[in-house]
Structures are given as structure tokens and as C-alpha cells.
């Protein structure tokens, strides 16, 4: 995949953040099959933790050479105790950022990098969450599964199950994924395989937001 601080960026956490996001964009119309992807188009970047991520902000956001960069975020530390760690980091390169995280996802500059910043707090700004919550959005109501997964899930942890509360979520996605008819396929493959929806109220304020953030035209 291309590289190097000549192209935009956006940083994320993980394999399941990379994946999720592309295949999205790809059903949105953002042409990420291409390969290498389009100079245009800003490479998806796996930072390994939001710890790592964080720490990266203020270096990237330096190093972008007059490039929009962006970066998604888990808010299950808390969504505004998360939005503090950001806006420390963001402060600390002379980003100006709200008090409180914005619904549709900040878009700032960074005057001295001749830098176009961005921020998303999964699933959406306003709430604690993670990349599960964002793709429970992308399931639809009257999904006959979902339900059943979720009480499956507690049913799990009633009889032992060792994941954590906060884990919980991630749980049950799985748990519905494991009921497809490919189960448990990756989140990114999941979504590419149209198991999941792709234009919730969530997901098109996501994509308005990298839209906005990178210049890229519907």
C-alpha cells in the first residue's frame, strides 16, 4: 500500500478499523478496489492500539506536509475523557477544537502545517462506543438475528463466559456474524459480503465527515 508524508493519512487502530472503514467507503462509492489506492484518496493507516494512536498525533500531524490527515478513535474510554485526550494532543500543535466533540465529526485546521485535521469518536461523537457499537448501526432493525445474538451473549455470560462488560458488544456482533451464512467472517469482508447495511444515519454522517475532511466529491 502506498505511503510516505507526501500523501493524506488517516490513522487508525487496528486491522478491524482498517478493513471496516475501506470496505464502507467501497460501498459508499469511494473507490478503494483500485490498487495501489488512488493518490487522491488518503491511505488508511493501522496504528495497533489508541494508546499508539495518540501518542502519533501531534508527530503527524507536523510531518503532514500542508495534507489533510485524520483520526479514529474509540470513545469506550469514555466520550468526553477520550475527547480531552484528543484535544490535549491537538492543543499541543496549535489546533483549535470545541469544548465538546461536534455530531458530525471535527474538521479543523493546523495553521502552522498548512494541515487540514480531522477527529471521529466511534460510533459517533456523542456517545461511549467502539467500532461494534458503529457496526450494530449498520444491522438492520428488523434483523431476526440481532436480538437472539444479544441474549445469547448475556445467556453466555450468565453461564461464564469470560469477556468483560465493556467487551460485551463485541461479543454479540460476533456472535451474529457466526450465525451468517459464511459465519464468522472479518468485519471488513462482512460488510464487502452486504451482511451488514452500509448507509445508516451513522455510517453517511461518517462518510460526509471523510468526504469533507479529504475533498472527495459523491
Same mark, same amino acid.
Given at each position: 500500500?502506498?505511503?510516505?508524508?507526501?500523501?493524506?493519512?488517516?490513522?487508525?487502530?487496528?486491522?478491524?478499523?482498517?478493513?471496516?472503514?475501506?470496505?464502507?467507503?467501497?460501498?459508499?462509492?469511494?473507490?478503494?478496489?483500485?490498487?495501489?489506492?488512488?493518490?487522491?484518496?488518503?491511505?488508511?493507516?493501522?496504528?495497533?492500539?489508541?494508546?499508539?494512536?495518540?501518542?502519533?498525533?501531534?508527530?503527524?500531524?507536523?510531518?503532514? &506536509?500542508?495534507?489533510?490527515?485524520?483520526?479514529? *478513535?474509540? !470513545?469506550? $474510554? @469514555?466520550?468526553?475523557? %477520550?475527547?480531552? #485526550?484528543?484535544?490535549?494532543?491537538?492543543?499541543?500543535?496549535?489546533?483549535?477544537?470545541?469544548?465538546?466533540?461536534?455530531?458530525?465529526?471535527?474538521?479543523?485546521?493546523?495553521?502552522?502545517?498548512?494541515?487540514?485535521?480531522?477527529?471521529?469518536?466511534?460510533?459517533?461523537?456523542?456517545?461511549?462506543?467502539?467500532?461494534?457499537?458503529?457496526?450494530?448501526?449498520?444491522?438492520?432493525?428488523?434483523?431476526?438475528?440481532?436480538?437472539?445474538?444479544? &441474549?445469547?451473549?448475556?445467556?453466555?455470560?450468565? *453461564?461464564? !463466559?469470560? $469477556? @468483560?462488560?465493556?467487551? %460485551?458488544?463485541? #461479543?454479540?456482533?460476533?456472535?451474529?456474524?457466526?450465525?451468517?451464512?459464511?459465519?464468522?467472517?472479518?468485519?471488513?469482508?462482512?460488510?464487502?459480503?452486504?451482511?451488514?447495511?452500509?448507509?445508516?444515519?451513522?455510517?453517511?454522517?461518517?462518510?460526509?465527515?471523510?468526504?469533507?475532511?479529504?475533498?472527495?466529491?459523491?
Amino acid at each position: 500500500m502506498p505511503g510516505g508524508i507526501q500523501r493524506s493519512a488517516l490513522h487508525v487502530e487496528g486491522d478491524d478499523d482498517q478493513h471496516s472503514i475501506v470496505h464502507l467507503l467501497i460501498r459508499q462509492g469511494v473507490d478503494y478496489d483500485a490498487k495501489p489506492w488512488p493518490a487522491a484518496f488518503p491511505e488508511v493507516r493501522k496504528s495497533g492500539s489508541v494508546e499508539k494512536l495518540l501518542e502519533a498525533m501531534e508527530t503527524g500531524i507536523r510531518l503532514s &506536509s500542508g495534507k489533510a490527515i485524520g483520526f479514529v *478513535l474509540d !470513545a469506550d $474510554f @469514555s466520550l468526553l475523557g %477520550r475527547w480531552q #485526550a484528543v484535544r490535549d494532543r491537538l492543543r499541543a500543535v496549535d489546533v483549535d477544537a470545541p469544548a465538546h466533540p461536534l455530531a458530525e465529526g471535527f474538521v479543523g485546521n493546523a495553521p502552522a502545517y498548512k494541515a487540514k485535521v480531522g477527529v471521529w469518536l466511534m460510533p459517533d461523537n456523542q456517545q461511549d462506543g467502539k467500532l461494534e457499537t458503529f457496526l450494530q448501526t449498520l444491522i438492520r432493525d428488523d434483523d431476526p438475528l440481532i436480538g437472539h445474538a444479544e &441474549s445469547a451473549t448475556d445467556a453466555a455470560s450468565s *453461564l461464564g !463466559a469470560k $469477556f @468483560s462488560q465493556p467487551d %460485551r458488544i463485541k #461479543a454479540m456482533i460476533h456472535t451474529w456474524l457466526a450465525w451468517q451464512e459464511k459465519p464468522g467472517l472479518p468485519y471488513g469482508t462482512a460488510i464487502r459480503a452486504k451482511y451488514f447495511e452500509h448507509d445508516s444515519r451513522v455510517a453517511n454522517a461518517f462518510i460526509a465527515w471523510f468526504r469533507n475532511l479529504y475533498g472527495i466529491s459523491t
